[in-house]
T-cell receptor, first 109, second 114 residues
Framework: RKEVEQDPGPFNVPEGATVAFNCTYS??????FFWYRQDCRKEPKLLMS???SGNEDGRFTAQLNRASQYISLLIRDSKLSDSATYLC??????????FGTGTKLQVIP | NAGVTQTPKFQVLKTGQSMTLQCAQD?????MSWYRQDPGMGLRLIHY???????DQGEVPNGYNVSRSTTEDFPLRLLSAAPSQTSVYFC?????????????FGQGTRLTVV
C-alpha cells in the first residue's frame, strides 16, 4: 500500500460547482499535512496547511481525520483558474515527507 | 523576489555523462531538498540538507550526489547519467520542514537522458 494515496482523476466539473478530493495516508505517525497546487509543467505551490480542527481559506476548506487517516480538500464555486493538479503532502519529519501523485481538476466553462 | 532559482530549465544528456543541476535560494532558509517527479509516482525525495555542511539521503539517492557549502546553494550532481534518470527535477527550500512551514520550489529542470 502506498504511504499516501490520491485519486488521480481527472475530475471534470462545471464552473460554480463544488468539488472535493480525499487523500489517505497509511502511517499514523504522520505529523503535518498540506495541500499543494501544481499547474501543468510548473512547480508545486502551497495551497494550504491542514489543521486538526479544519481550516478555511476563501473558497477552499481543508479537513483532517486522524481516526480514519485521511485529509480532504473542498473547493466551492469552482473557477476556471482552479484547473490544476492538487498534491497531498504528509510529513513525518525531515526525511519523511511524502507527496501524493496528485488529483487533476479540470473546471469546464 | 528571486526565491528559488534552478538552472538549467532543460537538459539532454547522453548515457554516462555527468552534470550538475544548480539550485540557489535567497530567503536564508536552512532546509533545502531535491525531488524528482515522474508520471504516476509523485515527487520523490532524492537528498536533503538541514543546513550548510549537513546533507542526507532521501528516498531515491542512488546515482546522485549533493553538497551544501553555503546556506544559499544546494547543487545536485548526476555522476553517470542513465535513461532511468530522465525526469523533472525540483529543488525546494523552506525555513524548516515542519507544520505550517511553506516549501518554495524552483521552476524545475526537465532532464532527458538518451
Amino acid at each position: 500500500r502506498k504511504e499516501v494515496e490520491q485519486d488521480p482523476g481527472p475530475f471534470n466539473v462545471p464552473e460554480g460547482a463544488t468539488v472535493a478530493f480525499n487523500c489517505t495516508y497509511s502511517n499514523s505517525a504522520s505529523q503535518s499535512f498540506f495541500w499543494y497546487r501544481q499547474d501543468c509543467r510548473k512547480e508545486p505551490k502551497l495551497l494550504m496547511s491542514v489543521y486538526s480542527s479544519g481550516n478555511e481559506d476563501g473558497r477552499f476548506t481543508a479537513q483532517l481525520n486522524r481516526a480514519s487517516q485521511y485529509i480532504s480538500l473542498l473547493i466551492r464555486d469552482s473557477k476556471l483558474s482552479d484547473s490544476a493538479t492538487y498534491l497531498c503532502v504528509v510529513n513525518r519529519g525531515y526525511q519523511k515527507v511524502t507527496f501524493g501523485t496528485g488529483t487533476k481538476l479540470q473546471v469546464i466553462p | 523576489n528571486a526565491g528559488v532559482t534552478q538552472t538549467p530549465k532543460f537538459q539532454v544528456l547522453k548515457t554516462g555523462q555527468s552534470m550538475t543541476l544548480q539550485c540557489a535560494q535567497d530567503m536564508n532558509h536552512e532546509y533545502m531538498s531535491w525531488y524528482r517527479q515522474d508520471p504516476g509516482m509523485g515527487l520523490r525525495l532524492i537528498h536533503y540538507s538541514v543546513g550548510a555542511g549537513i546533507t542526507d539521503q532521501g528516498e531515491v539517492p542512488n546515482g546522485y550526489n549533493v553538497s551544501r557549502s553555503t546556506t544559499e546553494d544546494f547543487p545536485l550532481r548526476l555522476l553517470s547519467a542513465a535513461p532511468s534518470q530522465t525526469s523533472v527535477y525540483f529543488c525546494a527550500s523552506s525555513y524548516s520542514w515542519t507544520r505550517n512551514t511553506e516549501a518554495f520550489f524552483g521552476q524545475g529542470t526537465r532532464l532527458t537522458v538518451v
